[in-house]
């Protein structure tokens, strides 16, 4: 069970015109009318060509404990309008006292590829409570996805190798270190230096030492075999502090005696330096040695590019560690989710659909109570489709590019395919 990070009230973890909308909604008498929501993004962040969705279990997390506590009430009694008057009615605090989601949610599961103006997340439910989930959605769906496809990114340029998320020291403070490492595994690392995600996302940990040990020391082999003996199943040297290939060196030395003791030495790091010409270096060492099975791990704000670089370049890396690049999504720090209103109730009961306009066609939204259709062939994945539910293709499907209407795309009925957003909430459960 994945354990939320913080135990105090986040119902105000909001904007303000939220609020002040939902206080429009009761007071206007249309808190109850039921809408839909699309929580959706324009555009590919890092100038990439797919996304991966993540968030999703902070907000069941959320909204599974989104109540209004008598202090998050105090709050908001005090707040005033320009005629400094109280600016909420105490009766729709009241309202808030007892409030509860009670409404349904449909989402993409985390770690799905998605693409621009599919729908991560569809809220249905009343207008009211559909507004209050805007800024928080948004918070923890357009974070999780922009480090979740970085570390994609990242895996992709890693290919087979071990890819470390090494980020905490460099994280836009607690909240940022803590999602980002969550995020980074759904993206494809293997581990994380963070133990405190380790404890709670049950993501595994790995570690060794900073240039302050070998510092301590007198000498850098009396550093490397101290820490040797100390934990002796943990054994990888980071050799760069003083001259990096005596440091390999001297860590072989540390090795071999590791090695007498019936340990296994598991690799070196390099910090520093020409990375390819020192990892070249350090692997022919390491196998004249006799350590063909030690691990060279490169770091020193690392990502995808210099990760592309370095294996054009022959470098001998098999374990990266990346930080700041990765948990502060340092070339694009944010990804431009929205969340619209796509559909609202009639009072007869039909839906009527809504559209947001614009003089830029990408930030026309799409209306409807969508679902997308990700279709496959013998070769995979071939296409996606945003439909609305309430006109769910039965037959042969025809998909048109609403940028370009002469692009379209027919499946038979022969064609396989599955519908991404899955229920996690019904009726607010």
Same mark, same amino acid.
């Given at each position: 069970m994945i354990r939320p990070l913080y135990s105090t009230s986040l119902s105000l973890l909001t904007d303000l015109y939220q609020i002040t909308m939902a206080y429009g909604y009761w007071k206007s008498g249309t808190a109850d009318r039921e809408a839909v929501f699309n929580l959706y993004f324009r555009k590919h962040p890092f100038q990439g060509g797919f996304t991966?969705?993540?968030?999703?279990? !902070?907000v069941i997390d959320y909204l599974n404990a989104f109540t209004f506590s008598d202090g998050d009430l105090d709050y908001l009694a005090g707040l005033t309008g320009t005629d400094h008057r109280p600016l909420f009615d105490p009766a729709f605090l009241d309202y808030l006292r007892t409030f509860r989601f009670t409404g349904d949610i449909d989402a993409v599961p985390e770690g799905t590829a998605v693409f621009p103006n599919e729908p991560l997340v569809r809220v249905q439910g009343p207008i009211l409570q559909c507004q209050l989930l805007e800024t928080p959605l948004l918070t923890m769906i357009n974070f999780e996805s922009l480090i979740a496809t970085k570390a994609a990114r990242i895996?992709?340029?890693?290919?087979? $190798?071990?890819?470390?998320?090494f980020g905490l020291r460099r994280a836009q403070g607690i909240d940022g270190g803590m999602t980002a490492s969550r995020a980074a595994y759904i993206g494809g690392c293997d581990a994380t230096s963070n133990v405190l995600a380790g404890k709670l996302y049950g993501i595994p940990v790995r570690g060794t030492h900073a240039h302050s040990w070998v510092m301590s020391f007198g000498s850098e082999p009396e550093a490397f075999d101290v820490y040797t003996d100390v934990l002796p199943n943990n054994v990888t040297l980071l050799v760069d502090t003083y001259d990096t290939i005596q440091g390999v060196k001297n860590a072989i030395e540390a090795g071999r005696k590791l090695r007498d003791r019936g340990y296994r030495f598991s690799g070196i790091r390099l910090d520093s330096g020409d990375l390819a010409y020192l990892s070249i270096e350090a692997r022919r060492l390491l196998d004249e040695a006799g350590f063909a099975d030690t691990a060279i791990v490169g770091s020193n704000d690392l990502d995808e590019h210099l990760i592309a670089s370095l294996k054009n370049q022959g470098a001998r890396i098999n374990v990266w560690g990346i930080g700041t690049k990765l948990v502060t999504a340092y070339d694009q720090p944010a990804l431009g989710g929205v969340y619209k209103l796509a559909a609202i109730?009639? @009072? $007869? !009961?039909?839906w009527d659909y809504r559209l947001k306009l614009s003089e830029q066609a990408v930030?026309?939204?799409? @209306?409807?109570?969508?679902q997308v259709r990700r279709f496959r062939d013998e070769r995979g994945f071939t296409a996606d489709m945003i439909y609305n539910l309430e006109t769910s293709p039965s037959g042969p499907a025809t998909m048109v590019d609403p940028y370009d209407f002469t692009r379209r795309r027919s499946f038979g009925t022969e064609t396989g395919f599955e519908d991404l957003l899955v229920p996690v909430f019904r009726k607010g459960r």
């Open positions: 991966i969705a993540a968030g999703l279990s !902070g895996r992709q340029a890693a290919g087979s $190798d071990t890819v470390l998320e109730r009639k @009072p $007869d !009961g039909a930030k026309i939204s799409t @209306p409807g109570i969508q």
